[in-house]
Structure formats: C-alpha cells, structure tokens
C-alpha cells in the first residue's frame, strides 16, 4: 500500500505560481498528477515515469506545468506557472503499480491516490 501526502495548494491570482508537492512511502512504476472540478471528469495533468524518469504532460497545461521528482525523499511536484482560472481544481497525486493497462492520463490505470489539495486561481 502506497501512502501519498499532497500539500502546496492554495490561492492565486491569475498569472501566478504554485507548487504541489506529494510525498510517497515508496515509489512505484509511475506517479502523477489528476484535477477534478464538479461536474467533471478527473483530468490528467502531468505523469513521470519513474525508470526512465520521462515526463508526460496534457496539452492544457503544457509549457505552464512542470513535473519533476526529488528520488531521495520520494517527492513528486507539480510546479505550476502562468495559472488560469481554468486551473482551478482540487489536485490529486496518484501512483500506478504496473504497466500494461491505460495510458499515461487514464485514472483507472493508478491504483493509489492522495487525499487531494485545492487549488483555486482567481481572474
């Protein structure tokens, strides 16, 4: 069982930068980063694949988001520049187990999942 512990969120206005950060008790195949807003479906944001320590970024955030992982102490951040309103969200930091499923992006693919930091981004 994989504990993970978001923390970095907030408030910001827009143009602004944040950073999410998320603790891992191990690591695993890959880790990334979903938002959620009501309404509608959990979105990813940024994934690294921890072998190769490739990155994967949605075209939404690309060139804004930068996902990055510190292997000495297990922690995977999500800095976050030039934010939108658009961005707003609750942000979750999710690992997967294995290969071999969905891609990079699809929620059903990550088997453990933190507790979830707001980020809400004011105009």
């Known amino acids: 069982q994989v504990q993970l512990v978001e923390s970095g969120g907030g408030s910001m206005q827009a143009g602004g930068s944040l950073r999410l950060s998320c603790e891992a008790s191990?690591?695993?195949?890959?880790m990334g980063w979903f938002r959620h807003t009501p309404g509608k479906e959990r979105q990813g944001v940024a994934a690294?694949?921890?072998?190769?320590?490739?990155?994967y970024t949605a075209s939404s955030v690309q060139g804004r988001f930068t996902i990055s992982l510190d292997r000495t102490r297990n922690i995977l951040h999500l800095q976050m520049n030039s934010l939108k309103p658009e961005d707003t969200a609750m942000y979750y930091c999710?690992?997967?187990?294995?290969?071999?499923?969905?891609?990079?992006?699809?929620?059903?693919?990550?088997?453990?999942w933190g507790q979830g930091t707001q980020v809400t981004v004011s105009a």
């Open positions: 999710a690992a997967r187990s294995a290969p071999g499923r969905g891609g990079w992006f699809d929620p059903a693919s990550y088997d453990y």
């Open positions: 191990y690591l695993t195949y890959s």
């Open positions: 690294f694949y921890i072998k190769s320590a490739a990155t």
